[in-house]
């Protein structure tokens, strides 16, 4: 059983570009969260999906950012008009039930 | 509402010694806990977690945690520190029987000297 997915590990992005991050759960995890990790910093809670829903996205700065978990794919975190203090490690976890989550090897932003 | 504590941004033992990596966590229903270990760019890797079952909970690569609810802490512990012990630790909360997020501590740096 493969782990979390994440791709691509690293994307360098210009100011006021895109960025799109993909996480692919575990097989027969319904339940997705992301994390973001600023430098010398803890993770902290960004949004909770379930397939086709937004259960909590309390975490997630108001503009620019959002989130997706199809029916099918992985799930996606889109950010717009990327800033240099949107430079961070993004963590995707997944988990089958809601309770442990497994977590994916991160995708590191940088933005110059 | 879950938080956690943990005390001392960075500690630091020689190899062979005791490590105690301090947590203290705060929720207004029985919570589980879980202490994950974080190597430089990598993601984070489970050690061990306490769902309510036994108070000392055995991890893996010889740590463990012990839940005291009456001081409201979950340190983790190691009785013999390695060089390959040296990372990144957090604790973390969620309150029990909800599909929620994890609340994380702001992490301790373990150092391993010779």
């Known amino acids: 059983n493969a782990g979390v997915m994440q791709n691509p590990r690293h994307l360098v992005r210009r100011r006021g570009q895109e960025a799109r991050l993909r996480c692919s759960p575990m097989k027969g995890h319904s339940h997705v969260y992301w994390y973001r990790q600023l430098p010398e910093e803890g993770l902290k809670f960004m949004v909770y999906?379930?397939?086709?829903?937004?259960?909590?996205e309390s975490g997630m700065p108001k503009e620019r950012f959002s989130a997706e978990f199809p029916k099918e794919g992985p799930s996606i975190l889109r950010i717009q008009q990327v800033v240099r203090g949107d430079s961070a490690a993004y963590f995707c976890?997944?988990?089958?039930?809601?309770?442990?989550?497994?977590f994916g090897p991160g995708t590191r932003l940088t933005v110059l | 509402a879950q938080s956690v504590t943990q005390l001392g941004s960075h500690v630091s033992v020689s190899e062979g010694a005791l490590v105690l990596l301090r947590c203290n966590y705060s929720s207004s229903v029985p919570p589980y806990l879980f202490w994950y270990v974080q190597y430089p760019n990598q993601g984070l890797q489970l050690l061990l977690k306490y769902t309510s079952a036994a108070t000392l909970v055995k991890g893996i690569n010889g740590f463990e945690a012990e839940f005291k609810k009456s001081e409201t802490s979950f340190h983790l512990t190691k009785p013999s520190a390695h060089m390959s012990d040296a990372a990144e630790y957090f604790c973390a909360v969620i309150a029990t029987g909800t599909a929620s997020k994890l609340t994380f501590g702001t992490g301790t740096r373990l150092q391993v000297t010779l």
């Open positions: 976890a997944s988990s089958p039930q809601g309770d442990e989550q497994f």
């Open positions: 999906l379930q397939k086709e829903n937004i259960i909590d």
